[in-house]
């Protein structure tokens, strides 16, 4: 049976708010200089799939003015309490009302998102010379602690590659949309890496709100953790990366 990509999965895509809270907590932030580089082209954001509001909150305290685009109405509404203004919509069906932007962004979002026909509504709001930049966050935690959440979840794929590789396919997934729908120059592609410690409590706390284990039952999601946890004793230390793609509106 084919694949669905992601952006049709829709019962997962908006999943992640069954526990806002925890998300906004555990998910990690972004780097300042990635913040930097998207408030260099200008100071109107759209911030796609904003979730709880993690990246609009960095960009407005970096001095960007940000309006979200949000699915899930819980992670909306989490993210209105924030100081986050946001409008309760997938992308592709957003009606911007004439609104126009310096600069779209997605942090963990764009492989929701039909990758032509978003990158057809970005170029749509955003004024010549504004910017699209998608970014994701790698995680990789050390081998043991995969074995054990592969056994877990009788997940056969996790570990058997680079988690750094699929993140290049959604990358070239969103470089090959932005060509087809037209109106961009090429995309550069940056990566940041930085080095991180979990402890046990911090990445069993992170785990639920990845998208394998949302929408899990209460005692299937205890059951996971537990041998997750057994794996990884007092915590661990490893090389975080967030990559990013971005491309100027010709």
Not at 177 to 187: C, H, I, K, Q, T
Request: glycine share 10%; with cysteine.
């Amino acid at each position: 049976m084919p694949t669905l990509p992601s952006h049709q999965h829709r019962q997962m895509a908006e999943s992640f708010g069954v526990d806002a809270e925890r998300y906004d907590r555990a998910r990690p932030r972004y780097p300042d200089a990635l913040v930097a580089a998207v408030v260099a082209t200008g100071r109107d954001v759209l911030d796609v799939g904003c979730g709880t509001g993690i990246v609009a909150r960095q960009l407005q305290a970096a001095g960007a003015t940000v309006i979200g685009v949000e699915p899930d109405a819980r992670m909306a509404e989490f993210a209105r309490n924030s100081g986050v203004r946001v409008d309760v919509a997938t992308f592709e069906d957003w009606e911007p009302a004439g609104r126009m932007f310096d600069a779209v962004v997605a942090g963990q979002a764009w492989h929701w998102v039909d990758p032509v026909a978003g990158a057809r509504k970005a170029s749509r709001v955003l004024r010549p010379g504004g910017t699209l930049t998608l970014f994701w966050h790698v995680f990789e935690p050390p081998a043991e602690v995969r074995a054990a959440f592969r056994r877990a979840t009788e997940d056969s794929s996790i570990g058997n590659r680079p988690a750094l590789d699929a993140y290049e396919e959604m990358m070239t997934t969103a470089a090959d949309g932005m060509r087809d729908a037209g109106g961009f120059g090429v995309p550069e592609r940056w990566r940041f890496d930085r080095e991180r410690t979990y402890t046990k409590e911090q990445w069993l706390d992170l785990l639920p709100t990845t998208g394998g284990l949302t929408r899990l039952p209460a005692d299937k999601l205890a059951e996971v953790l537990d041998a997750v946890g057994a794996a990884i004793g007092d915590g661990f230390t490893t090389t975080f990366t967030t990559v990013a793609i971005s491309a100027r509106r010709d």
